[in-house]
């Protein structure tokens, strides 16, 4: 542990916090806590969840026995001590155990009503086995309320790097496409730095549905009934998860919710489809939360997440430097990531003659990348759906953008029926340049 010393001298190796609230079972329960012939040293008792992350934070515990009706505790707090190594010990202050109670992570539940001795055992257990390094939380320990086998449906990312090459327009048509395949789809809008979801679809929805659903996961509340509730149905197929169109409410989305809202995704929907800010670098901390994770944490927790990332591109010098730079980053993040690259906006004005040829050399020599699918330019067509807040399908079906992405969706899900011809989708007569892209991207 910690070589801080408390006032006194150093504190026991099995120290213990505690957190009650003035719960019916503290009486009892803290003078074993602060025994020497048990092997415990009750270290503090914590007024707040403040206070006993700061002394977890410093060291000086090895458990933390907390009341589940102590006030602001949930997921997020016991997900924090866990990253601190310090595993929590819930007391669930009523005859029986919670369901919420057992959802929110914790390393071991007990009932208030069980002996003083059976509380003592389980938290001197628990600090034995802690470690100063925590460990990741196992899947038997998810705690997200849904069966194993209930959660089949497929996570896909869509991702890009800075400089909007049009995350949200690949999101928002995707999971259209795909509902209209037959699939049911679920359209997650987790940019922390500004969802653009809501606006696109014409939603009006005051309260963001994906930072509710974060609440309800803190509190170990979330299943598909809760989060079918606070999704905006479009359609049978097709629902909506809304985000906030403001950056500065990134807080709301805490990796420990993340983590439970994606296995709840998964039992919903056949398919969800996340669409996630362009940050991967690591954050600097809050001066005030030192232990909350920044801005980019929602991106991470869903690219851990996903089972297929499209990493979306615009089709020009820039937009494909920022690419080959953000794929280093995704391979720093994670080696195990295998992105398939999209390249938008595919224009001759940009690219020059032969536009996706050259696009292909470029990144070819840039990154070794293939590409999987290029979307044509198609600002007459973007421009109709984002006036009337509704999908390409809805507002342009024949649109040459729309296409393509018809057939990125039959690609990213080769299981679902051909789709039928469109009609009057003649050829676009393509404009040309002596721009070209330059030999190094």
Known sequence: MSGVDL??????????????????????????LDDPAAGLHLVRRCVDVAELLAVAAAGWVRVAVVDSAAARVDRDTVDRLRRLGVPTLLVEDGPTRSPAAADLGAADLVAAGEAPAVLLGRARALARRSRPEPAPPSPAASGSGVQTDLATGRIMVVWGPGGAPGRSTVAVNLAGELARRGRRVLLVDADAAGGAVATMLGLVEDAPGVAAACRSALRGRLDAA??????????????????????????ELRPAALDVLWDVCRSLAD??????????SGDEPDPLEPL??????????????????????????????????GLDLLAEADPQLAPAVVVNRVRSGTAGHRPRHQVREALGRA???????????????????????????????????????????????????????????????????????????
């Open 7 to 32: 006032p006194g001298g150093r504190p026991p190796a099995l120290g213990v916090a505690v957190l009650s609230g003035g719960a019916r079972w503290e009486p009892a329960v803290l003078p074993l």
């Open 226 to 251: 809760v989060l079918a509730s606070l999704a905006v149905g479009l359609d049978d197929r097709f629902r909506v998860l809304t985000g906030s169109s403001r950056p500065d409410r990134w807080r």
């Open 271 to 280: 398919v969800v489809v996340v669409d996630v800010a362009p940050g991967l």
């Open 292 to 325: 909350l994770a920044g801005p980019s944490a929602a991106t991470r927790s869903a690219l851990q997440a996903a089972d297929l990332v499209l990493a979306v591109a615009a089709a020009d010098p820039l937009g494909l430097l920022r690419l080959v730079h």
């Open 367 to 441: 990154a070794g990348r293939e590409v999987a699918a290029y979307l044509p330019d198609d600002p007459r067509a973007t421009d109709a759906a984002l006036r009337a807040g509704r999908s390409l399908g809805d507002v342009a079906p024949s649109s040459s953008l729309r296409r393509a992405l018809q057939a990125l969706a039959a690609s990213v899900d080769p299981s679902l029926p051909a789709a039928p011809p469109t009609v009057g989708a003649g050829p676009r007569r393509r404009r040309r340049s002596a721009t070209s892209l330059p030999s190094g991207v």
